[in-house]
């Protein structure tokens, strides 16, 4: 193409019938369209090379991309994996501390059902002799006294049952407890509740520290009455509470503070639509640091082997299920309060 | 202050356009000198000091003025400057950090000017392979000098041999060093910018190993073999005729990501086939993400020249040279245009002109600060005031 146009140049330049303005002008133009063709050819070929080339960057891209996207998979499959085995593990672990807090109530329990138990072996032995005395009096021919007796008996052995009924009662709910939620929700006297799981904690602690000691208040309001509520769970929560009360104020007693008494309450009211229950302490309090944290599950800080962190967490979920709130009051060095406040007409 | 630019492809033909021009009454101080390695720099520079006149100069990967390019050849740019508002100063790299070297040469310049700027030309790969490093330089002169200094140039060339380049002085020169032309800025006006127009393609990869300017594997594979395969070249890697940098490392520079601030270009320049290597222009620290980019349109071109007329009117500033320092890339990738390119900005301001093909750039970059740069057309406008 070039050699052409040179062809016409030279054909120009020898015209000799043309002025040199002219030939000039001429010149210039084919000059001109020879750069505009160098130019034209120049894109062309830059064009087709570009576009190959950026066809084969992008398909390569593509397939990197495809080979990015297939380890992402992998990843996320094994991530999945990890996921639910770490979800298992810490059901296992919930698990386990629902197991270890029935292991705190064993010794709450022992204490409790030993007083049933006292009255049935007192009573099966008064029984014994009884009978003895009456099998007598049947050989004399004794009407009235085996009569008598045998009112008597028939009386020790109303009270046995009362309290072989008992024993059975607190077994069964220690049964309950260690079940792993499928309690049902029935009428429950609040009160009741609160002391039961109050006692169990604190003959719990004493079980294990002969040393401890607290003052126990309880401040009980009489309309507290009734609520529809798992009772195994909430008092659950309730133990919980008083277990961290405890731990507290223990705590604080070590440090031998002049005039320190250990006191924990509990109290119930009602307040319109809600009963609240409050587990005051007079212990260490909680730093603002730690206080947003403690609702967290596996949050703790006390030594390992003494706590799991999931106390907190786990009555947090509870009351959450009751449709009620589970807050906390703290001054740092004063003592901390946490209230169960629980909707009466939630179903 | 006036200008002339000159070329030819002799010290002899050099000789004879100075001495008409300087027949016709025009007496420069300085000559801003654009060269071929295969001229002999020390009789252009010979001649010059006979004439008086101070030498500022770099060699080139293709010169040009306005109105004419070559490969091979000489292009001067002829100032009248007052001998009071400039100095040229040169500083050797030899047995010092690039960072020492640049701030000796900013403090050099401060001790003369109180608010200096710099036209800067440096070497780029000296004879025994040392590499210097562009980015280093600027950071260096502007922590010396203050970030709001004005810093225009490019690496000298090598017509693309890559077997040394070099700057020099009336009686000085270096493949290892650097030239700067030193304005006072309260009597000289300086505007220009640097643009590339490459974008980026593709996904970011990883350098995972290097060592100074080579790099050995992108995400754990052999450089090159990749390199080449996405650009689809496998079999070029065998071919010993293979011109790396002009049929790919000049299109295809990488995008390297860097914090806070604007990807830094950096071109492919070669490769060794014996490491599986690719040699870069500038050290690639391990680590380094990146993507891959591809050549500007053609409209670039008019993008570089739309963008002068801007600040030229946006400025009210007007000139009396120029000079372009415009990337040896862009000769590769936009062939003719890259020569509009350099004659439109000389008819924006309508003033003699000279510059080179260059191995990385510095510069304004659009909207931002003084930048080391590569792919960038980065020219300058000066005016004595
Ligand atoms: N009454 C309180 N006084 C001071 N700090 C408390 C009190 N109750 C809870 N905390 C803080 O909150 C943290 C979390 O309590 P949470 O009951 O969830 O776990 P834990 O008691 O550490 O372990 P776990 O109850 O699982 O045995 C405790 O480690 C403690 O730092
Ligand atoms: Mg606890």
Known sequence: MNQQIQLILDYFQQQEQLSADEKNALIK??????????????????????????AILLDETIQELELKRKAVEETNAALQQSMEELKAAQAQLIQSEKMASLGELTAGIAHEIQNPLNFVNNFSDVTLELIGEMVEEVDKGNT????????????????????????????KGMLQHSRTSSGQKELTD??????????????????????????????????????????????????????????TVNERKRLKEEGYEPVVTVSTSRISDHIEIKVKDNGMGIPKKVLDKIFQPFFTTKPTGHGTGLGLSLSYDIVKAHGGELSVHSDHGEGTVFIVSIPTNHQ | MNARSLKGNSPGEINIALETCMAEGFSPTLAVVFISVKQDRNAVCELLTRHGI??????????????????????????DIRKSNYCVLLESFDGKTDEEAAATLAKKALRKFSKPAFILCSSFFSVDGKVVN???????????????????????????????SWVFTNDQASDYGMVALVLNEDKIDLQGMAISGWKPLGVFMTVTKSEKNLIYTIDDKPALEMYLRYLGEERAGSDEQFDFFKTVGGHYPFQIEREGRQALMCTPIGYDKEKE?????????????????????????????????????????????????SCAGRLSALGPLATQENDGLADVWNVPMAGFFTYGEFGRAVNGKHEFHSTTCSWVALKEK
């Open chain 2, 54 to 79: 101070d030498v500022f100069g770099s060699t080139s990967s293709g010169e040009f003025t306005d109105g004419h390019e070559s490969t091979g050849e000489i292009a001067l740019l002829l100032l």
């Open chain 1, 190 to 247: 609040i009160n009741a509740l609160a002391d039961e799981y109050l006692r169990l904690a604190y003959h719990g602690l004493r079980a294990k520290d002969k040393a401890f000691n607290a003052t126990l208040h309880t401040e009980y309001d009489e309309n507290a009455g009734k609520v529809n509520v798992i009772p195994q769970d909430i008092g659950r929560v309730i133990l919980n509470l008083i277990t961290n009360a405890f731990y």
């Open chain 1, 144 to 171: 009235e006294e085996v009569k008598a007796i045998a009112r008597d008996v028939q009386q020790n052995m109303e009270k046995i049952l009362h309290h072989g009924k008992r024993a059975g009662e607190i077994v």
């Open chain 2, 134 to 164: 562009g980015e280093v330089l600027v950071r260096s002169i502007e922590s010396v000098v203050g970030p709001q200094v004005n810093l225009f140039g490019g690496m000298a060339g090598d017509d693309l041999s890559f077997t040394g």
């Open chain 1, 29 to 54: 133009a084919l000059k001109k369209v020879k750069s505009d063709l160098e130019i034209a050819e120049f894109k062309l070929e830059r064009t087709e090379k570009v576009k190959r080339t950026t």
């Open chain 2, 277 to 325: 290597a690719l040699v870069c222009e500038a050290d690639v620290p391990q680590g380094s993400r990146f993507r891959f980019s591809t050549p500007p349109d053609f409209d670039i071109i008019e993008t570089v020249i739309e963008k002068a007329g801007e600040l030229k009117s946006a400025t009210q500033a007007e000139a009396e040279a120029l000079l372009i320092f």
